[in-house]
């Protein structure tokens, strides 16, 4: 019987590693999540509550992306960096507009 062996690394690298994406997903795709509806019901048309609601039902296709690509993307440092910079262009997005308009 040939069966192909995969070289694999210790066990507790791996759960270290699906352990780290659980965080990102569970963790920083809420906090992603979080600040995409505020920047959507910041800068979409309409009214207040229409953009909110949008935004509020846009939040669930994007939490669900996140956690997708967190446990999708091969390489942990660029889950995490992807992440941060995605987490940080959206905040600061969100403070400028904040700070033209000041209604949320």
Do not use: H, N, Q
């Given at each position: 019987?040939?069966?192909?062996?995969?070289?694999?690394?210790?066990?507790?690298?791996?759960?270290?590693?699906?352990?780290?994406?659980?965080?990102?997903?569970?963790?920083?795709?809420?906090?992603?999540?979080?600040?995409?509806?505020?920047?959507l019901?910041?800068?979409?048309?309409?009214?207040?509550?229409?953009?909110?609601?949008?935004?509020?039902?846009?939040?669930?296709?994007?939490?669900?992306?996140?956690?997708?690509?967190c446990?999708?993307?091969?390489?942990?440092?660029?889950?995490?960096?992807?992440?941060?910079?995605?987490?940080?262009?959206?905040?600061?997005?969100?403070?400028?507009?904040?700070?033209?308009?000041?209604?949320?």
């Amino acid at each position: 019987m040939a069966a192909a062996k995969r070289k694999e690394g210790p066990t507790w690298l791996r759960r270290l590693d699906v352990a780290g994406r659980a965080v990102a997903a569970i963790g920083v795709g809420y906090v992603f999540a979080s600040l995409a509806t505020a920047v959507l019901a910041k800068l979409l048309p309409g009214g207040p509550i229409e953009a909110t609601i949008a935004a509020t039902t846009l939040s669930f296709a994007i939490y669900v992306t996140v956690v997708v690509w967190c446990f999708a993307e091969p390489k942990s440092w660029r889950l995490w960096a992807g992440l941060a910079g995605g987490c940080a262009a959206l905040g600061g997005v969100l403070w400028i507009a904040l700070i033209l308009e000041p209604r949320l």
